[in-house]
Structure formats: structure tokens, C-alpha cells
């Protein structure tokens, strides 16, 4: 993002002005929240919509519940609202700050954030979306579970940057193979499970043996033994079941325990 021209003014702009992108970048307004900011409202402390002014038009990408509940209290009709406007952000730079945005706005969804950053065109996030479409799945920004839809996104977007496109794909792909696309194989933990046993034995392990000996169970294994275990930490817990699972009663087969 481009910061040497920006230029940033407070102006007080009529609400019927102000353009909210949910077609693009934005999420949907949240009247339960738009209430709650509306029965707590103190103009003394309230925030100032970010609004980017782009082609003669008022784009608001942080701020719209406010603007709703001022509205609220004004009985539902426009009114002049003081914001702060941007001049000279692209459409890009408006997602990618909508996706970074802090402090009092309400907390984005993973799925919201990501959307935005694909909007945004981040390139971390589209080589992560490229990489899970590659095996077959695709990534539901509505986070609804379903066959081969992975909701999960912020542990698998962390996991892909952590452990990289080859390997996150690798692992990926493997569940697929041996669950095509179950919802339970997708939960967070299996899948952080399922992406960490192959990072940490990369290169050493056999992709059909791991693939065969998942498929003999049903994904919800991984996730409720894992957390009913309490002698090992965090993600750990799946890793092991993964591990568990993978060595059976084999002693020729079996891997060495890293964790």
C-alpha cells in the first residue's frame, strides 16, 4: 500500500452518502450489534467511521454498525456523520485495512478476514487459497461445515504459513485421500493433526501407509481422543494420534517419537 499521497481530513458527511461495499470486502450488518452499540451510545467517546473517498464516492470500510446505530437513535432517518476520510486508497487497500482493522470495532471472523484479504489480493492469502483449492477443497469464508469445504481457516492459514505450500498440500491431500472431503476429517484439530505429523516426519514417512491407516478410522478419533488426552500440550494432542495411528502394532513401519 502506497502511503506517500495519502491524505486524511475529518468531514462531517450526510449517512445517505456513505457507500458500505458488502458486495466486495465488507460483511453483513449485525442489527444485534447495532442495538447494543445504540443502547451504549456516548457521542463524548464514539469512534469516527473510516471512510475512503474513491471516484467521487463515499466507501466506508470501518465503521458501518456505528453509522447504523446513529441512524437508530435518530429514528431511523440520515443524518450528518463527522469521519474520518481517506483520499487516495485503491478498492485493494480499503480490504486489505477493513481485514486489519483493531481496537473497538467488532472482532472479524476469520472467514470475514480472510475474504477481505483475498479482495485485498494478498498474496499470502491467495497462494493459500490456490494451494487448498489444488487438493480439492475449498475454502468457506461463511465457515458452514460441509464435504470438502474447509471452515477451519485460521488454523489452516496459520499451518500453511508455518509449515509452507509444499508440505501444507502434501498433508492436505492426504485427507482428502482417506476421507474425501468428511466434514469431521476437516475440524481444526485433525487437521492440524494431520498437517504436523507430516511436517515433522517429511521425508520420512510413507504417504500410503498414511493415507491407508487413516482411512480405517473415523476422523472424529483424532479429534476426541486427542482431547480427552492431558499428558501432552496443545496441538500436540493430535499430532500424537496421528502418530499413534500411523505406527500401529508395526515395529518394521514404525517412526521414532520427535514430540
Known amino acids: 500500500m502506497n502511503t506517500k499521497n495519502l491524505i486524511c481530513k475529518e468531514i462531517r458527511i450526510d449517512s445517505n452518502a456513505l457507500e458500505i461495499p458488502r458486495a466486495t470486502y465488507q460483511r453483513e450488518l449485525n442489527m444485534d450489534r447495532v442495538h447494543k452499540i445504540a443502547a451504549e451510545f456516548d457521542e463524548r467517546i464514539a469512534n469516527e467511521p473510516k471512510v475512503s473517498y474513491r471516484g467521487g464516492r463515499y466507501y466506508v470500510f470501518d465503521g458501518q454498525h456505528t453509522i447504523a446505530a446513529r441512524k437508530l437513535l435518530n429514528g431511523g432517518k440520515d443524518l450528518p456523520i463527522r469521519c474520518k476520510v481517506f483520499y487516495g486508497l485503491t478498492e485493494s487497500d480499503e480490504a486489505l485495512l477493513f481485514a486489519q482493522q483493531t481496537g473497538a470495532s467488532a472482532r ?39 464435504v470438502k469445504r474447509l471452515a477451519c481457516i485460521a488454523t489452516a492459514f496459520e499451518l500453511y504459513k508455518k509449515v509452507g505450500g509444499e508440505v501444507y498440500r502434501e498433508a492436505m491431500r492426504a485427507i482428502v485421500d482417506a476421507w474425501g472431503g468428511d466434514p469431521d476429517s476437516l475440524r481444526a484439530e485433525t487437521v492440524q493433526g494431520v498437517v504436523e505429523f507430516v511436517d515433522l516426519y517429511y521425508g520420512e514417512y510413507n504417504r500410503r501407509r498414511l493415507v491407508t491407516r487413516l482411512r480405517q478410522v473415523d476422523p472424529l478419533t483424532i479429534f476426541r481422543e ?34
Open 226 to 259: 486427542g482431547r480427552a488426552m492431558t499428558s501432552l500440550p496443545g496441538y500436540k494432542r493430535y499430532l500424537y494420534q496421528v502418530y499413534r495411528l500411523y505406527n500401529g502394532s508395526s515395529a518394521k513401519t514404525a517412526l521414532p517419537m520427535k514430540f
Open 108 to 146: 472479524l471472523t476469520a472467514g470475514a478476514k480472510f475474504r477481505a484479504l483475498i479482495y485485498g489480493g494478498d498474496k499470502e492469502a491467495l497462494a493459500f487459497l490456490k494451494a487448498t483449492e489444488s487438493v480439492g477443497l475449498c475454502v468457506d469464508c461463511k465457515q458452514t461445515r460441509g
